[in-house]
């Protein structure tokens, strides 16, 4: 994988934009929160608002320190964003799980 940071609100949510293997376009949006402050719906339905349309991604995901709320995973099942929890943020790091490119 190749990528680029992007960062800042001037990304429209784009925090890194990165080419898989294959040469698909994966967009990223990271999210640092505490344990108890979880990734809501607001969130995905305003990086889902750019992550295609403005970014152009093949592959879209929400990684995040913390976990993601019901309203979330299903905005983001429903428009095909992939969500890293603290979990699977924690097992595609130590290469025991997927990456988001998977």
Known sequence: MSCGGSGGRAKLGADVVAYAPDGR???????????????GGPDLQRFGGTCYTVH?????????????????QQYAAHHGI???????????????????WH
């Open 25 to 39: 376009k994966i967009v990223l949006q990271a999210k640092r929160f505490s344990g108890t402050h979880k990734v």
């Open 56 to 72: 152009g991604a093949r592959v879209a995901a929400v990684v995040t320190t913390s976990t993601f709320t019901k309203q979330a």
């Open 82 to 100: 992939r969500l890293f929890d603290v979990h699977g943020l924690a097992a595609w790091a130590s290469r025991t799980g997927p990456a988001p």
